[in-house]
């Protein structure tokens, strides 16, 4: 379904003939044709010709008949190519016929893991866990469509030394009064009695630090304490996973806690390989290639001098686990970009001890932040992180009374299903159709406007052809002959028989941003389609073909946008 490398297979073997090597035609898509190819200029030096004899010679040689109408050599060498509507409507036609929209399933299915948005017990989730759920998610949506066997993993901060405090301050507060506290999801405010408690008194400092030992110890009575922490906190979790719409159940915590009967043989593996080494008490590992700014070879601490595991020892030891047990070949770790150093030392360290080997790799698929209005780290009023849920129900909020505003004819139930589609949408959306290397601004208004490139825009353009078969109570028959006779049709040919090429390359690169940019290029042309080119008050065979680009476009919008985690209400 591929035009761009269809004309590349064609343009290849040519290219070779003529180069006595292999040469990639570099085909793309031109404003002076349908595609255009490049490759000749790059040849002639090496071959000592003129570029337009090479690209002549090349036409000559390719088989480009049934495929293209028009084939030329343009300027210095350009070959410009514009493929044959009939091979167009062809392409087209087949995608009507096809569930999965010219997208194949993996040739070769691995196992993935994705590890990503990983809050912290007994702290609220707050908009910096907002980037590495979104992507995270939009991630193992995409892969399991593709048919790899997905392993989400929800890294929870679940283990270490503030428990300690935790759990004393549980036990002041009785076990009842702590678990409804809890139960009313702030968090937040749990944590900082804890906290204050710590800073102000000594006693319970000294509580504290006893309790750490003892749950580090398999007391039982300190487990069955700290258990009451954890699963409190992850209803709250699942409370803020179920609003946001993401994929993560129960069934995906991996808490820290899950790897502590590993930490000892991993060490113990790292030492009998010869990769431990003493610094200032600590057992590191120097991964090969890590060195400071001084120019100093950076450790990685596995056991702390006081004999605790740091974090290096638990990422180390589900490196190993994810690999050695659940058979992955594929890690991915969502992440924000100050932690990559981190990473690539553990993936390093993970090498050398043989847990990381090919056909084994590990990613970090890192990201940078969202700021506010003002260019600087999203702050609330007081200048505290902005509560997650705060931020999706004021999405939710603003989006619902956009619902009522543009549509009052809509239900309460429906006002409020469109404005929790359409702001939580819109939440994701501006996420994901950032580069996600790059930071972006949170601007409400720019989020949930119907025009750009918004999901709101998206769900828009949807909704708008659903209501054409609605109204007429037609349904598009795949089968129907597909005719391409206007420039706005023909256009909107071209973004959807694009669709596979699209995920084939976010897949290779999670870089959904590409993905988002397809699909609003799509709502565009189908925007200028739909304007141009009259769907219910064309004559019989005419009505049939933009029946079924409507259809059609409908299709690719409604998955694309639902492999970014997005709804597609069928009413706006």
């Known amino acids: 379904m591929d035009l761009e490398k269809m004309l590349t297979d064609r343009l290849a073997p040519a290219f070779e003939t003529v180069a006595g090597v292999p040469v990639d035609p570099v085909v793309r898509r031109s404003q002076r044709a349908d595609f255009q190819s490049d490759a000749a200029l790059a040849l002639a030096r090496r071959l000592g010709r003129p570029p337009r004899a090479i690209a002549t010679e090349v036409l000559e ?39 999965r929209l010219g997208v194949p399933p993996a040739p070769e299915p691995e196992t993935v893991v994705v590890d990503y948005s990983g809050p912290n017990v007994a702290k609220e989730m707050h908009v910096g866990h907002l980037r590495s759920t979104v992507i995270g998610d939009a991630a193992a949506r995409l892969l399991e469509w593709l048919g790899h066997r997905v392993i989400r993993a929800n890294h929870l901060g679940d283990w270490g030394t503030p428990f300690g405090m935790l759990i004393e301050h549980l036990v002041d507060l009785g076990e009842a009064e702590a678990a409804q506290e809890l139960s009313m999801g702030d968090l937040n405010a749990f944590y900082k009695a804890a906290r204050a408690k710590f800073d102000a008194d000594e006693a319970f400092q000294e509580r504290s630090r006893r309790r750490v030992v003892a749950l580090q110890g398999g007391d039982e009575a300190t487990l069955r304490r700290w258990r009451l922490l954890v699963e409190q906190s992850e209803r709250y979790f699942l409370n803020v996973y179920d609003l946001l719409d993401v994929t993560l159940t129960e069934r995906d915590f991996h808490g820290e806690s899950s790897y502590n009967d590993l930490l000892a043989a991993v060490v113990d593996d790292l030492d009998r390989l010869g990769l431990l080494r003493q610094s200032d008490g600590a057992a590191c590992v120097f991964p090969p290639g890590s060195v400071g700014r001084d120019g100093e070879p950076l450790p990685l601490i596995v056991r702390k001098s006081d004999g605790g595991y740091g974090y290096p020892a638990t990422d180390l030891a589900a490196v190993r686990h994810r690999t050695g047990t659940l058979g992955a070949t594929r890690l991915l770790y969502v992440v924000g970009l100050p932690q990559r150093r981190h990473f690539e030392m553990v993936y390093a360290a993970a090498a050398q001890a043989g847990w990381l080997i090919p056909p084994a790799r590990a990613e970090h698929v890192g990201f940078g932040s969202i700021l506010g209005p003002d260019g600087r780290m999203l702050r609330s009023r007081a200048g505290e992180s902005v509560k997650l ?43 994901l159709s950032s580069d996600r290397h790059k930071d972006y601004v949170l601007d409400w208004e720019r989020m949930l406007s119907l025009d750009g490139n918004t999901a709101p825009y998206l769900q828009y353009a949807y909704s708008r052809i659903r209501s054409i078969f609605r109204r007429a109570g037609l349904h598009a028959r795949p089968d129907a002959g597909i005719s391409l006779a206007e420039p706005a049709e023909r256009a909107l040919a071209f973004e959807l028989v694009g669709f596979g090429a699209v995920v084939t390359e976010v897949e290779r690169g999670l870089e959904f941003h590409h993905l988002a940019g397809y699909l609003h290029r799509l709502a565009v042309a189908f925007n200028a389609f739909y304007e141009r080119c009259p769907v219910l008050r064309a004559d019989g065979p005419v009505r049939g073909s933009r029946l079924v680009l409507c259809d059609l476009t409908a299709r690719v919008l409604r998955q694309g946008l639902h492999l970014l985690g997005i709804r597609t209400p069928e009413r706006l």
């Open 61 to 99: 040689r390719a088989e480009l008949a049934d495929l293209c109408a028009a084939a030329e050599v343009s300027g210095p060498g350009f070959l410009n190519l514009t493929v044959a509507d009939s091979a167009l409507a062809g392409l087209v036609s087949a995608l009507a016929t096809d569930p």
């Open 389 to 431: 849920v705060a931020l999706l129900e004021e999405a939710v909020a603003r989006a619902t009374a956009l619902a009522r505003e543009r549509n009052p004819e809509l239900g309460e139930a429906e006002a409020a299903e469109v404005g929790r589609a359409v702001g939580i949408g819109a939440v994701k959306y501006a996420d």
